[in-house]
């Protein structure tokens, strides 16, 4: 009896976890097609979350038992996202500014895990620092960058070549590229509805 309960269990688990992950990525898919369809509405949204940030992680560090360090890291990473949101929805994933925060965002997480290793915490006060404090910014930049491919020139960015802007279409990886990959996939596997006449 004990084994079948067992085998049900993880059986539930592997459902579940499945039902999660398909979940999120419909989440994600979502989230980059409204960053894609308001760039404007979403940079003014970032820029608020980062403000929030930054605030609630100063306040932590001056009338919180957290570290200085840990402090002092999450304000550095987040000056750095900051600079990556002047350009925003332009994000050159091979410039300095972009790798610099790529590795802050190590470095934070780092620091945090170190911290929260060293001295004990209630578990929902880890998770409200790291929703918070560690993954808010990283995240909506991480859904920002399918924006990059869909919105055109200006006058006040630089105008690219014609055959620049070909060569970006052609190459074409995104998190939004990667999704309808995966859903053309999943479409081309599932039965289609038949039409009713």
């Known amino acids: 009896r004990e084994m079948l309960l067992q085998l049900l269990s993880w059986i539930s688990f ?9 979940f999120f990525a419909a989440g994600l898919y979502y989230l980059a097609e409204l960053v894609e369809e308001h760039t404007v509405l979403a940079k003014k949204v970032l820029t608020n979350v980062w403000r929030f940030v930054m ?3 100063v306040l932590l560090g001056l009338f919180s038992p957290l570290s200085f360090t840990l402090s002092l890291v999450g304000l550095v990473a ?3 996202y900051f600079v990556l949101l002047q350009t925003f929805p332009f994000f050159d994933l091979t410039s ?8 802050l965002v190590v ?8 911290h929260f ?20 910014m990283p995240f909506g930049l991480f859904v920002s960058l399918t924006a990059n ?24 990886f995104s998190l939004l590229s990667a999704l309808n990959f995966i859903k053309s996939r999943t479409d081309s596997l599932l039965p289609e509805r038949g039409r009713s006449v």
């Open 14 to 22: 592997l459902i579940s976890l499945g039902l999660g992950t398909l």
């Open 55 to 57: 605030v609630t992680t």
């Open 78 to 80: 987040h000056a750095s």
């Open 96 to 103: 300095v500014q972009f790798i610099i925060s790529a590795i």
């Open 107 to 114: 470095a934070h997480h780092y620091a945090a895990f170190s």
């Open 117 to 136: 290793g060293e001295v004990y915490y209630p578990f929902d006060q880890v998770l409200a620092y790291f929703t918070i404090c560690v993954w808010a």
């Open 149 to 172: 491919e869909n919105v055109l020139p200006t006058l006040g960015e630089q105008a690219a070549a014609p055959d620049t802007l070909e060569k970006k279409q052609r190459k074409g």
